[in-house]
């Protein structure tokens, strides 16, 4: 069993705070000491049973060794995309895995992943013989914004209406790791490509290939860190 660590966004979001592109990518920003990645390579060794942790990379990084040092069982590939189901692509094809090797693909920026959760997933698919992914029951209200957004001036930002409450009964919200056997990945990028699927994970390729995965319950603190405020929600969560 291996995992591989997609660690070659930019953080365009995570920078919005300073108006201009954050010089590091929020993947190197410190947590509680420590880069938010060696925090996320942490969390997956944790775990006896993954052999193995790749980690990718932009072919630009200057940043992974020093963030890594020391880290055991783990690889940097500099195979990082343009998008992130690139990079996970490119590193599988580096991976050597084999047809029915487990492979757990799980965001960099995702420091915060407890133990349990990741063990929960793991035994799931391992007994069932099927893939999943963590993931969380949606708990607030859905609303579907109208597609007439008032126009932004000077003293007003943009405003949206709403255009519908969506029902919420059924809903979850995909986290990672999401696991599934090297082969079906493989096949099921290869044909999600074919098939123009908006890949935003692992899962929506399998589904695509009408293999339903398992939803196990991941956990709040395995959030992504995504806006600029939500640094210091996962310092709380570290401390
Ligand atoms: N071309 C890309 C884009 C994203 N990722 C990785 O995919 C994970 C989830 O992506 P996201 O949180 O969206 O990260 P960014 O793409 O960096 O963020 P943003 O969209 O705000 O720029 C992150 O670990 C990120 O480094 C990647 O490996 N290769
Ligand atoms: C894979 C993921 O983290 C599941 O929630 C998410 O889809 C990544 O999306 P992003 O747009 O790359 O942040």
Redesign the pocket.
Known sequence: MIAIVPAA?VGARAAQDTGTASPIPKQYRLLHGQPMLRHAVAALLAERRIARVIVAVSPSDAWVDTALSGLPRTDVFACGGPT?AETVQAALRASGCTEHDWVLVH?AA?PGLPLAALQRLIDACVRSGTGGLLAIPVADTIKLQDNDPSPADDDMPQLRRVAQTVPRAGLW????P?MFQAGVLRRAFAEAILAGVDM??EASAVEALGQPPLLVQGSPRNF?V?WPEDFDLMERWMS
């Open positions: 966004g992130r965001d995702r919200q995909a986290q990672t999401q935003t994970d992504k995504t």
